[in-house]
C-alpha cells in the first residue's frame, strides 16, 4: 500500500502565493518522478510541474517563471512554491508520482486526493 498526502491549498489574492506539499509513503522502493497537477472545473487535468530523481524539472508554459518545484529524495516529498498567482491557477491540484516497489519492479502511477487552490481576482 501506497500513499500519497498533501497539503497547502487555500485561497489567496492574486499576486499572492502558496506552497504546496505531498508526502508519500508506504510500500515504495523509489520514485522515479513526482509531481503536480491540476484540473480546473469543466477542463482537463494537466501537467504544471514535475521533477525526476535527479532534479530535472519541466514546467507548463503558463507557470514557468512563477511556480518552483522541489523534492526531497530522502524523505519522499515534493513541494510546489507558487507566486504571483492568477486567478487562471485556480484549480484542484493533484500530486502525482512514478514510483517502484521493488528493485525489479515496474514502474507504477499513482495519484493524491488533491487539494483545492482558489484565487480571488
Known amino acids: 500500500q501506497v500513499q500519497l498526502v498533501e497539503s497547502g491549498g487555500g485561497l489567496v489574492q492574486t499576486g499572492g502565493s502558496l506552497r504546496l506539499s505531498c508526502a508519500a509513503s508506504?510500500?515504495?522502493?523509489?520514485?522515479?518522478?513526482m509531481g503536480w497537477y491540476r484540473q480546473a472545473p469543466g477542463k482537463q487535468r494537466e501537467l504544471v510541474a514535475h521533477?525526476?530523481?535527479?532534479?530535472?524539472?519541466d514546467y507548463a508554459d503558463s507557470v514557468k517563471g512563477r511556480f518552483t518545484i522541489s523534492r526531497d529524495n530522502a524523505k519522499n516529498t515534493v513541494s510546489l512554491q507558487m507566486n504571483s498567482l492568477k486567478p487562471e491557477d485556480t484549480a484542484d491540484y493533484y500530486c502525482?508520482?512514478?514510483?517502484?516497489?521493488?528493485?525489479?519492479?515496474?514502474?507504477?502511477?499513482?495519484w493524491g486526493q488533491g487539494t483545492q487552490v482558489t484565487v480571488s481576482s
Open positions: 508506504g510500500s515504495i522502493f523509489s520514485i522515479d518522478v
Open positions: 502525482k508520482m512514478v514510483y517502484r516497489s521493488g528493485r525489479f519492479s515496474e514502474p507504477r502511477d499513482y
Open positions: 521533477i525526476t530523481r535527479g532534479g530535472n524539472t
